[in-house]
């Protein structure tokens, strides 16, 4: 099943030790390309902690890539990518100041692999969440086609990364960014499209506009990744 389509400020838990890639028996894929997906979840984690922002964009594939989870929505192409991890809050300390550990250090989390069909798909636990990948093989090499990261409370209301790009869609070519001001007053990239919201069973979201404003809205689940608008609230630019 094709996937393309966390946190509350940092964007990732870097959990465990770094393992061999598992590899479901179905897989077509060779050990070279498991242990080259495993390598770029690993890359992933270092170019984030260590707030390499080109470096983490590089790792989607270009153009089309993106990272969602519910928190940040979604960070499509180069120029979101490198944005999201400047907008990190470990990214925009000062450099003397003291950061708490990210439990495993710097390496990434075993992923275990699945090829279905055409598409590649990963899996890698983080404790109370995992990310949900899609992989792509290009001429330079295993790049993201997609990570999203998926809490478990998102999980138990029936959110996989399908249902949260179904959501995002939904606000069609209406949606755009919001940005926040950091501690020196600089403008930075908090949430893309949707950000999305779990209280128990009920999910809700944040859909920001380009002409400014949102709208408060609550989705119903359909279908297995297919969700709809239930209700929907318009709040104009300024009302807060």
Request: glycine share 12%.
């Amino acid at each position: 099943m094709n996937i393309r389509t966390m946190s509350c400020y940092g964007l990732v838990l870097v959990v465990s030790c770094i393992t061999a890639a598992t590899v479901h028996a179905q897989s077509k894929l060779s050990r070279a390309d498991a242990d080259a997906i495993q390598g770029l979840v690993t890359a992933y984690a270092r170019a984030l902690g260590e707030c390499r922002a080109e470096d983490f964009a590089a790792l989607f594939e270009p153009g089309t890539g993106y990272f969602a989870s519910g928190f940040r929505g979604h960070m499509e192409g180069r120029e979101q990518l490198v944005e999201l991890v400047r907008s990190e809050r470990h990214c925009l300390a000062p450099p003397d100041a003291s950061q708490p550990a990210r439990p495993g250090g710097v390496d990434g989390p075993t992923v275990e692999i699945e090829a279905d069909g055409d598409a590649v798909l990963g899996i890698a636990k983080l404790g109370t969440a995992e990310y949900q990948d899609e992989y792509v093989k290009t001429a330079q090499g295993w790049h993201f086609a997609s990570r999203t990261v998926i809490l478990d409370a998102e999980k138990a209301a029936g959110i996989d990364a399908r249902g949260l790009l179904a959501i995002h869609r939904l606000g069609g070519a209406e949606l755009g960014d919001n940005y926040v001001p950091d501690d020196n007053g600089n403008p930075r990239l908090l949430n893309s499209g949707v950000a999305v919201s779990v209280s128990g069973s009920e999910v809700s979201g944040r859909a920001y506009l380009k002409e400014g404003g949102y709208r408060d809205e609550i989705y119903q689940q359909v279908a297995p990744g297919q969700w709809r608008v239930a209700s929907s609230t318009d709040v104009p630019p300024d009302a807060d």
